[in-house]
Antibody, heavy 121, light 109 residues
Framework: EVQLVQSGAEVIKPGESLKISCKGSGYTFTSYWIAWVRQMPGKGLEWMGLIYPADSDIRYSPSFQGQVTISADKSVSTAYLQWRSLKASDTAIYYC??????????????WGQGTMVTVSS | EIVLTQSPGTLSLSPGERATLSCRASQSVIRNYLAWYQQKPGQAPRLLIYGASSRATGIPDRFSGSGSGADFTLTISRLEPEDFAVYYCQQYGSSPPYTFGQGTKLEIK
């Protein structure tokens, strides 16, 4: 079964750093882009960026460039989303997602279960 | 960056009725690379339609997508109770960012 399994919920203080993960299984991890999508409480979906694990080609949304770091470790079939200094406004659910078609930035047919990140003092 | 505007914001209908949701892009979507997703509370989004009009695997045929250029429509022919959810469109045709619309909430009347 093709799936993306994300790391668990986090409660973090403002100013702290964080790295969440998304592990792919059931397919060739290096053949598909992985994207990250934010959903703030009660709000819509926001496309953050994506990475091609085979060569770590990364594309960021201008809205998130410089605010987060996307990376991947193909040896463990895992993509990551990282913050250096979290703010309360980073409180959200973060989803990873995989496109339908290998090697393309197609529509996302596989989604992780989401990671809830709560930033609060 | 392409901006997608969905309308209406909220649609109130009864089971058995027909739903028509709109997604308008600020510029033409290349190759009609427009997708529709359904999201229920507490769940990840689910892909319904890709390429403006192709149903994803396992999606019932009461869901259909149409449109081209900058105007797209998702139609649900006869609403089932499980169809009441939030629907998002997304374009993935041009260079990133592959933006989403703000969503349409389909609620039971």
């Amino acid at each position: 079964e093709v799936q993306l399994v994300q790391s668990g919920a986090e409660v973090i203080k403002p100013g702290e750093s964080l790295k969440i993960s998304c592990k792919g299984s059931g397919y060739t991890f290096t053949s598909y882009w992985i994207a990250w999508v934010r959903q703030m409480p009660g709000k819509g979906l926001e496309w953050m960026g994506l990475i091609y694990p085979a060569d770590s080609d990364i594309r960021y949304s201008p809205s998130f460039q410089g605010q987060v770091t996307i990376s991947a470790d193909k040896s463990v079939s895992t993509a990551y989303l990282q913050w250096r200094s979290l703010k309360a406004s980073d409180t959200a659910i973060y989803y990873c997602a995989r496109p339908r078609t290998a090697g393309t930035t197609d529509a996302f047919d596989i989604w992780g279960q989401g990671t809830m990140v709560t930033v609060s003092s | 960056e392409i901006v997608l505007t969905q309308s209406p914001g909220t649609l109130s209908l009864s089971p058995g009725e027909r739903a028509t949701l709109s997604c308008r892009a600020s510029q033409s979507v290349i190759r009609n690379y427009l997708a529709w997703y359904q999201q229920k509370p507490g769940q990840a989004p689910r892909l319904l339609i890709y390429g403006a009009s192709s149903r994803a695997t396992g999606i019932p045929d009461r869901f259909s997508g149409s449109g081209s250029g900058a105007d797209f429509t998702l139609t649900i022919s006869r609403l089932e109770p499980e169809d009441f959810a939030v629907y998002y469109c997304q374009q993935y045709g041009s260079s990133p960012p592959y933006t989403f619309g703000q969503g349409t909430k389909l609620e039971i009347k």
